[in-house]
């Protein structure tokens, strides 16, 4: 695998359940990002991990958990989600700093029912 | 904080035309700025990127930008469309504070036979 890799690609889940998204990157960057994407509306950062710890948490709310095990992994746990959280989950990966650019993965496609 | 904006969001030339996609950006700094591509059912690609050397920046595809700070404008050409350009593209610029990238809202191309 290389690059950015991302699973499932496509997920159905009703709003009661417990599901996880995974991301791994095969760039060795020390970075890591979700973006939420809508119909209608721009890319929204949710979350950003350097080395590991995060550092930004653009006020998702709670039923959105990440996790970052490693500098090559990172996971989107889900629970009790809303119909208006259906979208494109997008992960990325950088190096640190402002001026990296970041490589994305092919998103999971999430619908909540 | 750093913000893009994208001037329409459909554009339609047809094939072996200029494409010209507009963005502007606001930034007390100065700004790094990128061109992403997202093709359907896919992530994003970086096209090409600017961060202080020469203005004028060559990409991928036969893409380019030219950074104008008296216009505050970053926008993508090309000289001549092809089909496989139909996509979406996305302006962004580095946000200093988050260590993230401030996406446009996206421009959906189209090309016509």
């Known amino acids: 695998e290389t690059g950015v890799t991302q699973t499932p690609r496509h997920l159905v889940m009703g709003m009661t359940n417990k599901k996880s998204l995974k991301c791994e990157q095969h760039?060795?960057?020390?970075?890591m990002y979700w973006y939420k994407q809508s119909a209608k509306k721009p890319l929204e950062l949710m979350f950003v991990?350097?080395?590991?710890?995060?550092?930004e948490n653009n006020s998702v709310p709670s039923r959105f958990s990440p996790e970052c095990p490693n500098s090559s992994h990172l996971f989107l746990h889900l629970h009790t989600l809303q119909p208006e959280d259906s979208a494109l989950y997008l992960c990325?990966?950088?190096?640190?700093?402002?001026?990296?650019?970041?490589?994305f993965g092919p998103g999971t496609r999430l619908t909540v029912l | 904080a750093q913000s893009v904006t994208q001037l329409g969001s459909h554009v339609s030339v047809s094939e072996g035309a200029l494409v010209l996609l507009r963005c502007n950006y606001s930034?007390?700094?100065?700004?790094?700025l990128f061109w992403y591509v997202q093709y359907p059912n896919q992530g994003l690609q970086l096209l090409l990127k600017?961060?202080?050397?020469?203005?004028l920046v060559k990409g991928i595809n036969g893409f380019e930008a030219e950074f104008k700070k008296s216009e505050t404008s970053f926008h993508l050409t090309k000289p001549s469309a092809h089909m496989s350009d139909a996509a979406e593209y996305f302006c962004a610029v580095s946000d200093f504070a988050g260590y993230a990238l401030n996406f446009g809202k996206g421009t959906s191309l189209l090309v016509t036979p």
């Open positions: 600017y961060t202080s050397a020469a203005t």
């Open positions: 930034s007390s700094v100065p700004p790094y």
């Open positions: 990325a990966s950088s190096q640190p700093g402002y001026f990296h650019e970041q490589f």
């Open positions: 991990y350097n080395f590991k710890e995060q550092t």
């Open positions: 760039l060795g960057h020390n970075a």
